[in-house]
């Protein structure tokens, strides 16, 4: 069984940038679709970034677009979000998923996705 982590998420000031960093373990996730959600306090979880297997096509949530990029190693079955200029609605708990099916399409569908990490916290002030 394949298994995510999370690491990276602490707390930023408005305006600063963050690094977020999924690590796979268990199993490959090299030939599968990899995505970051997040879930504000409060609210449901919302599709934040995603990236194909080869990394061929990527896309973005309309509130982070610009400001993130989502990239991946599958050398060292990692994927990362970098976050710039964060603002304090970006406060929330991130979550990498990967979807099962192998050479699958990118998806902003959280319910495609099949492995999920704990998630890791983020919280801007302003």
């Known amino acids: 069984q394949g298994q995510l982590g999370e690491a990276g998420g602490r707390l930023v000031q408005a305006g600063g940038s963050l690094r977020l960093a999924c690590a796979a373990s268990g199993r490959t996730f090299r030939h599968t679709t990899m995505g970051w959600f997040r879930q504000p306090p409060g609210r449901g979880r919302e599709f934040v970034a995603t990236?194909?297997?080869?990394?061929?096509?990527?896309s973005y949530g309309d509130r982070v677009k610009g400001r993130f990029v989502i990239s991946r190693d599958n050398a060292k079955n990692t994927v990362v979000l970098q976050m710039d200029i964060v603002a304090p609605e970006y406060t929330a708990v991130y979550y990498c998923?990967?979807?099962?099916?192998?050479?699958?399409?990118?998806?902003?569908?959280?319910?495609?996705?099949?492995?999920w990490g704990p998630g890791t916290q983020v919280t801007v002030s302003s």
């Open positions: 990236i194909a297997w080869n990394g061929a096509h990527i």
């Open positions: 998923a990967a979807r099962a099916c192998w050479y699958c399409g990118s998806s902003g569908d959280e319910y495609e996705y099949d492995y």
